[in-house]
């Protein structure tokens, strides 16, 4: 992908990922940067989604996940 970026053949304002290291692959985080999807639009300036963004809503997603887990578990 860091070639495509410096021959130039990458949508305009596409930011490039960064490496991710293959011994690595298995123990990512929640958190890790492979799920962020910034620079992934079509080339307009966008807001990032609000599950990124939003501490609101990342907080209503882990109670609601949280609330799934207890459901099952009864």
Known sequence: M???FADG???PGAICPKQL???D???LDV???IWEDIGL???SPAAPPPWLANESVRAGIKALLECDH???EE
Do not use: M, Q, R
Request: charged letters at 50%.
């Open 25 to 27: 692959i298995f123990d």
């Open 2 to 4: 860091e070639k495509l």
């Open 41 to 43: 639009e079509d080339g």
């Open 9 to 11: 053949k990458a949508p």
């Open 31 to 33: 958190d890790n940067t």
């Open 70 to 72: 207890c459901i099952k």
């Open 21 to 23: 290291e293959l011994k």
